[in-house]
């Protein structure tokens, strides 16, 4: 069966620090992969979403990154937080089209920038 | 551009009572439907969906939602309420490409004992 893990769970970070958050998918090849953010009583904001390795698609313009180095990993970075970047991020994984397919969703990683 | 409204960012039932949860959209295309469930602190789970055929589609957890077309609706009903139930509900309608989702806000369900 498929599995999505990601990390860290929790993370507090000062301004201007650099920032990864990875996400693995297990039991799957050649996934569609996705960050999203969720802000306090905002909804789910994509941030980034990937066909394919080294394929990064940006939704938003922020001081966020994201690569795909290997086709079940994905990772997010900043090399400078904002106290804006705080949030809970999910990272969700998809096959196929919607109409056959869904999101498949992590846990997700509180990030509290102070 | 499409769009999707989900009436009250709270709504609060008693235990045993029924759940109402509203979900409007608008699409220039006929959508495929979403409705996930997010507990605190936790990813988001997949509900239910309509893709296509029966409008009337049941999900996990006793849930179930009802596709109108002519009112541009997919609201999600589940009989009796449960504590269990307390938890963030979003939908989401398909967007112009097999990457991308519309979501709504998000629903708080609040259950009082």
């Known amino acids: 069966s498929q599995t999505i893990h990601q990390w860290p769970a929790t993370l507090v970070q000062p301004v201007g620090s650099p920032l990864s958050l990875e996400c693995t998918v297990e039991?799957?090849?050649?996934?569609?992969l996705y960050w999203y953010r969720q802000a306090a009583g905002r909804g789910l904001q994509l941030l980034f979403y990937?066909?394919?390795?080294g394929q990064i698609s940006s939704e938003v313009p922020q001081n966020l990154s994201a690569s795909r180095p290997q086709d079940r990993q994905f990772i997010l970075s900043s090399k400078k937080l904002l106290l804006s970047d705080s949030g809970f991020y999910l990272c969700?994984?998809?096959?196929?089209?919607w109409g056959t397919g869904e999101l498949f969703f992590g846990e997700g990683s509180r990030l509290t920038v102070l | 551009a499409q769009s999707v409204t989900q009436l009250g960012s709270h709504v609060s039932v008693s235990e045993g009572a029924l759940v109402l949860l509203r979900c409007n959209y608008s699409s220039s295309v006929p959508p495929y439907l979403f409705w996930y469930v997010q507990y605190p602190n936790q990813g988001l789970q997949l509900l239910l969906k309509y893709t296509t055929g029966a409008t009337l589609v049941k999900g996990i957890n006793g849930f179930e939602a009802e596709f109108k077309k002519s009112e541009t609706s997919f609201h999600l009903t589940k009989p009796s309420a449960h504590m269990s139930d307390a938890a963030e509900y979003f939908c989401a309608v398909s967007g112009n490409s097999n990457y991308q989702l519309i979501w709504g806000a998000g629903t708080k369900l609040i259950i009082k004992p």
């Open positions: 969700a994984w998809s096959v196929g089209t």
């Open positions: 990937s066909v394919g390795i």
């Open positions: 039991g799957t090849s050649n996934p569609n």
